[in-house]
C-alpha cells in the first residue's frame, strides 16, 4: 500500500523547484497566495512531440514552522495525466537530495514509492479546489522535503510547456478542532487479456475507527469504471461511488463524513477494455493498468489503515 493523505486529500527538462522564503515562483496559471494566508508549490517542465513525461521535483516546502491548511485550489496545463505531491516522511531529511529526476530511475524498484506519504494529487482537469470541514486542517510542519510529481503523455508534434502549482491556505492552530490523514490502497496483481472487457475487485478493512471524509479512484486509460461499495466484514452494500472517466477521476466529498468502524470498509471494482492483442498488467506507465482507490478520514492517525482482506482472483497483494 502507498500511503495517502490526499487533501482531498503526491532529468534535463529544465525544471524550476517550488518556491522559497526568499524568492517567489510566478505563475501564469495560479498566482500565489499573500504570505500571511498561505503557500505555494511548483514545477515545470517540457514534453517534446510524441514524448511520454514522468519527471519528479524534491524540493523543501516554503514554510519554517508547522502550518495548519484548511483548503488548496491548483491549476495545471490541460491534458496532465496526473500530479502529486509527497514526502518520505513527516521530518526534515537529507535521504533524497532536491533535485529533478526521471521519476522511473528514482521509484526504480518502487521500494522508495512503498515509503512515500502522498498528501494530495489530481489528474486532468486544469484547475480544481477542495475545501475541509469548518476547522479541520491538514498539518504540515516546516521545511518538509516533498516530491512534486508530473506525469504527461504529449500525443502533438509541438512541445508543451507543463506546469503544476497548488496553494495551499492555512488558518492559526488556534482554530484547528480535527485534522485528517489518508491511505491508498492499491492491487498490483492486475491481469487483463487481450481483446476483452475485465473486471477485478478488491475488500479492505480499517484497523481503526474513521470517518471518511473524501473518497477518489485512480486508473489508466483501459479503465472503464470504478466502483466503490461499503463493506461490513461480510456483506457488501450499495454503490456509494462511482466514476467513468479515466483520465478526470471524482473526488467525492461526503458530509457528513461516513462513519467506518474498525473491521468494515469498502469494496471497490475496476473495469478495463483492452483493445491489443496483448495482456496488460499492474504498472506505472501510460501503457500499464491500475486499479487505486484513496481514502481521506479523520481522525489524524499514522496507523490506521484499511487492510485487504479478500480480492476476486484470491491473491492479496503485499509489500516486501
Known amino acids: 500500500m502507498r500511503n495517502v493523505a490526499l487533501f482531498v486529500a503526491l532529468l534535463a527538462l529544465g525544471l524550476n523547484f517550488g518556491c522559497s522564503d526568499d524568492e517567489a515562483s510566478p505563475s501564469s496559471l495560479l498566482e500565489p497566495p499573500p504570505a500571511e494566508e498561505g503557500f505555494q508549490l511548483s514545477m515545470t517542465a ?25 483548503r488548496v485550489e491548483y491549476a495545471q496545463t490541460p491534458g496532465m495525466h496526473h500530479f502529486t505531491l509527497s514526502t518520505l516522511g513527516l521530518m526534515p531529511t537529507d535521504d533524497l537530495l532536491p533535485g529533478t529526476y526521471d521519476c522511473n530511475d528514482l521509484y526504480g524498484d518502487s521500494s522508495l514509492m512503498e515509503n512515500q506519504i502522498m498528501f494530495f494529487g489530481g489528474q486532468g482537469d486544469a484547475t480544481g479546489r477542495m475545501n475541509l470541514p469548518v476547522g479541520t486542517v491538514a498539518n504540515f510542519p516546516g521545511r518538509l522535503r516533498v516530491i512534486h510529481e508530473l506525469h504527461y503523455v504529449n500525443v502533438t508534434d509541438a512541445p508543451v510547456s507543463l506546469e503544476s502549482y497548488i ?61 466503490i461499495a461499503p463493506f461490513d466484514g461480510t456483506e457488501t452494500g450499495d454503490i456509494i461511488y462511482s466514476n467513468d472517466d479515466w483520465h478526470i477521476p471524482n473526488i467525492v466529498q461526503y458530509d457528513p463524513p461516513l462513519v467506518v468502524p474498525a473491521g468494515t470498509g469498502f469494496e471497490w471494482t475496476c473495469t478495463w477494455q483492452n483493445p491489443g492483442d496483448e ?7 501510460a501503457e500499464d493498468e491500475m486499479c487505486n482507490p484513496a481514502m481521506v478520514f479523520s481522525p489524524f492517525s499514522v496507523t490506521a489503515d484499511c487492510e485487504v482482506v479478500e480480492t476476486s482472483d484470491g491473491v492479496i497483494w503485499q509489500r516486501d
Open 279 to 285: 495482456m496488460v498488467t499492474y504498472g506505472s506507465t
Open 167 to 227: 496553494n495551499a491556505y492555512t488558518i492559526p492552530q488556534s482554530e484547528v478542532t480535527d485534522s485528517i490523514f489518508g491511505v491508498q490502497v492499491r492491487d498490483e496483481n492486475i491481469f487483463i487479456p487481450p481483446r476483452e472487457t475485465h473486471s477485478e475487485w478488491s475488500r479492505c478493512v480499517f484497523n481503526e475507527d474513521v470517518n471518511v471524509l473524501f473518497l477518489a479512484s485512480h486508473m489508466h486509460e483501459l479503465g472503464i469504471g470504478f466502483t
Open 46 to 70: 517540457q514534453a517534446e512531440p510524441g514524448e511520454e513525461v514522468w519527471t519528479c521535483a524534491v524540493y523543501d516546502m516554503p514554510i519554517t514552522r508547522a502550518a495548519a491548511v484548511s
